[in-house]
């Protein structure tokens, strides 16, 4: 599911664009996702479309002459207190996907940092977690500035592969 944890393995750049997703995306984000994360297809589609459609979020995709390599969100997300424990209300960048083959390249790194200019607009903190057991996800947001807040919080809905996940948050520098 993750990538192989590898932090001294570094791949050759790849000449990648990253730019908003539109409709026309929507099925091979969705392939991407099933590939990833099993499912139906059609599901996946659904979800995305969501996002797409929401003004508050964020969709896009990563081609590599004209194919989707991969994709990410952000958006705002807001949780029911009755079931959250101890995450807020904000402004959070929400998965990255990048298909297997095309790893190491920096897709990842293009991803968080189109979604970041784009929550930078909006907030000087922006959120993120994910599952511990996801360690080159994890390094991939420290460097874009990401710290650990804690590995003790429930967000509703979401179950992490091992069942720890990591809440991290970035102030930007105009950040109180």
Known sequence: MFAVYEPDVVGRPLAVTVRPAEVTDLDACAALAQQRNGGESDTWRSRLSVELDDPERLLVVAEIDGIVVGHAGAGWLSFDPELADNVKPGWYLTGVLVDPAMR?????????????????????????????????????????????????FTVPGVEFTGGVGVLSVRFTAGAR
């Open 104 to 152: 190491r390249g920096g897709i990842g790194s293009a991803l968080v940092q189109a979604r970041l200019n784009w929550l930078d607009a909006r907030t000087d903190c922006s959120w993120y977690f994910a599952s511990a057991a996801n360690q080159p996800s994890v390094d991939l947001h420290r460097r874009f500035g990401f710290r650990e807040v804690t590995r003790k």
